[in-house]
């Protein structure tokens, strides 16, 4: 792999509403510490040294005020560029796929919802697929008692079993990718989606294990949790004021 090719790519596609977090704006674009979501979450993958360049997938009725946004803020003199995303996350990641460069060979995708990632989580995923992955992902291991069970929702369900949760890990962003790997399984998807085929996957490494491939685990970090609800929004909230108390973050 020469060095132009080692240096990865990431997507971030962030064209969803977000709804959970509420009414209002984007979940992009909400604020954490004043700055917005995505703002955080471009920054995070921007202090890599592993990352040469971000793409953007921005709503596309928003992809003028994606640009601005990310303008008014430093960004580390990285290249960032803005695409319009699609309907769909799967869409938004193929979109971004299709604007890096041909000869860049890591690609990297990031949730915009997780703005608070540790730069060396980044650092960890580029450097298992330079290493010669096809497919990593960051995770930890759970907390809870996990059961599963036999969905009726609003009425009370039915236990089938309880896993064993020391073989079970959550699964974080970014996930990196050899980036032959990662066009191949979106372009089968896409191909499946035509023919009215299989669901989408909730993230790319499930695409990558759903055709066949490997996915490996690297380890993740508690703080590079996905703020989805109100109540994430004051845990990182929390996070952040402890890192800009510490640090200057």
Avoid: C
């Amino acid at each position: 792999m020469n060095a132009t090719a080692a240096v990865a790519a990431a997507v971030v596609p962030a064209a969803g509403r977000g709804e959970r977090l509420g009414p209002g704006a984007p979940k992009a674009l909400r604020e954490l510490g004043g700055v917005p979501l995505l703002v955080h979450a471009v920054r995070a993958l921007a202090r890599s040294r592993a990352v040469g360049l971000v793409v953007v997938a921005a709503p596309a009725d928003g992809v003028a005020e994606v640009v601005g946004l990310l303008d008014s803020h430093g960004l580390d003199g990285k290249d960032v560029r803005v695409v319009a995303g699609g309907a769909t996350r799967q869409e938004s990641v193929r979109l971004g796929l299709a604007a890096i460069p041909s000869e860049v060979e890591i690609v990297l995708v990031h949730d915009a919802a997780r703005p608070l990632v540790p730069v060396e989580v980044v650092d960890a995923v580029a450097a298992a697929v330079r290493a010669g992955a096809e497919a990593v992902v960051p995770a930890v291991p759970l907390a809870d008692t996990v059961k599963r069970v036999e969905s009726n929702p609003g009425l009370p369900e039915p236990v089938l079993d309880t896993p064993d949760r020391a073989t079970l890990r959550a699964v974080q962003t970014p996930q990196g990718f050899r980036r032959e790997t990662l066009a191949e399984v979106h372009a089968r998807a896409l191909a499946e989606e035509a023919r009215g085929g299989l669901p989408p996957v909730t993230d790319d490494a499930g695409l990558v294990e759903r055709f066949g491939g490997r996915v490996v685990v690297v380890p993740g970090h508690e703080e590079a949790f996905k703020v989805t609800r109100p109540l994430d929004l004051v845990l990182a909230e929390a996070v952040l004021a402890r890192r800009r108390a510490s640090d200057g973050y």
